[in-house]
């Protein structure tokens, strides 16, 4: 079983549609959790990062973390063309190195 | 302020064959991060280097691989000699504080071995 469990999708959704993307993960000692975007042929780009557990908001994007569900979410408002990409979360321990990555979930917001 | 600039972006080498990957990372960052990402699977982490010092190096494939970081500055990705599953993105990330979450990554290497 792999540590963080992600849909990869493919979503599709109309512009100005709320989108939701979600991750499990069976690692208790996961404290850091992020979210980046990745567009086609380029590397991830780090859109929202989260300590422990509750929300985060930034723009259109908010984080959540339930540290007692083992699951985090990110929320897009007002999807826009641009957003089209693949999302993936990360996580790590307190003292880690490494970040443990989802396989990615395929965001397509169409006009 | 630059990015982290990875080259070649792209690579195409023949099995058996010895192929270097070069990261430059964000000037000042000492935390320095190689991942690796195969078709169809999870980006996974390879090594962690703290200035020139390998941090950890526990996702390391198997010892074809070798990494190194001079000076501290930038770090090359060896592979000698390559295999077919050795196939997919490479990416490198760097950070100014390790603890915390948010590397910057490159936008990698994608290595086909034929």
């Known amino acids: 079983q792999k540590e963080v469990e992600q849909d990869p999708g493919p979503l599709s959704v109309p512009e100005g549609a709320i989108v939701s993307l979600n991750c499990t993960y069976s690692?208790?000692?996961?404290?850091?959790f992020m979210w980046y975007r990745q567009y086609s042929r380029k590397g991830p780009e780090l859109l929202m990062y989260?300590?422990?557990?509750g929300n985060k908001e930034d723009g259109r994007f908010t984080a959540q973390v339930d540290k007692s569900s083992k699951y985090i979410s990110l929320f897009i408002r007002d999807s826009q063309p641009s957003d089209s990409a693949t999302y993936l979360c990360?996580?790590?321990?307190?003292?880690?190195?490494?970040?443990?990555f989802g396989t990615g979930t395929r965001l397509q917001v169409t006009l | 302020e630059a990015g982290v600039t990875q080259f070649p972006s792209h690579s195409v080498i023949e099995k058996g064959q010895t192929v270097t990957l070069r990261c430059d990372p964000i000037?000042?960052?000492?935390?320095l991060y190689w991942y690796r990402r195969v078709m169809g699977k999870e980006i996974k982490f390879l090594l962690h280097?703290?200035?020139?010092?390998?941090?950890?190096e526990s996702g390391m494939p198997n010892n074809r691989f070798l990494a190194e970081r001079t000076g501290g500055t930038y770090s090359t990705l060896k592979v000698q000699p390559a295999e077919l599953e050795d196939s997919g993105v490479y990416f490198c990330?760097?950070?100014?504080?390790?603890?915390?979450?948010?590397?910057?990554f490159g936008s990698g290497t994608r290595l086909t071995v034929v």
């Open positions: 990330a760097s950070s100014q504080d390790r603890t915390g979450g948010g590397y910057t």
């Open positions: 690692n208790s000692a996961f404290q850091y």
């Open positions: 989260t300590y422990s557990s």
């Open positions: 990360a996580m790590k321990g307190g003292t880690a190195s490494k970040l443990t």
């Open positions: 000037s000042g960052h000492d935390n």
């Open positions: 280097f703290v200035k020139e010092s390998k941090q950890d």
